[in-house]
């Protein structure tokens, strides 16, 4: 079993920024991959980004140059770091932890763009 706790959400101004952190705790081996998606009302759940233990990463073509995903695998935490905000941002984003067969969730985080 593994646990996500997710943290950094928030309302902030177009063109902000927020750093949204996912840490993991249970029992996890070395390759594991995490990610960040998102749903907003309406629409269904989307992949943001993802990066795997060896430090690859996958970005949705709608937040490459504006997001940069990063893990501290000695804390087993994944990091979002989310700038240049729009509108369209709007959504609560998820915390995935993949490792083996096995898929968790964090609860989800609000992040809402709006002026």
């Known amino acids: 079993q593994v646990q996500l706790v997710e943290s950094g959400g928030g309302l902030v101004q177009p063109g902000g920024s927020l750093r949204l952190s996912c840490a993991a705790s249970?029992?996890?081996?070395?390759?594991?991959?995490m990610g960040w998606y998102r749903q907003a009302p309406g629409k269904q759940r989307e992949l943001v980004a993802d990066?795997?233990?060896?430090?690859?990463?996958n970005y949705v073509d709608s937040v490459k140059g504006r997001f940069t995903i990063s893990r501290d695998n000695a804390k087993n935490t994944v990091y979002l770091q989310m700038n240049s905000l729009k509108p369209e941002d709007t959504a609560v984003y998820y915390c995935?932890?993949?490792?083996?067969?096995?898929?968790?969730w964090g609860q989800g985080t609000q992040v809402t763009v709006s002026s």
């Open positions: 995935k932890f993949s490792q083996g067969y096995w898929d968790y």
């Open positions: 990066i795997t233990s060896r430090d690859t990463t």
């Open positions: 249970g029992t996890i081996y070395s390759i594991y991959t």
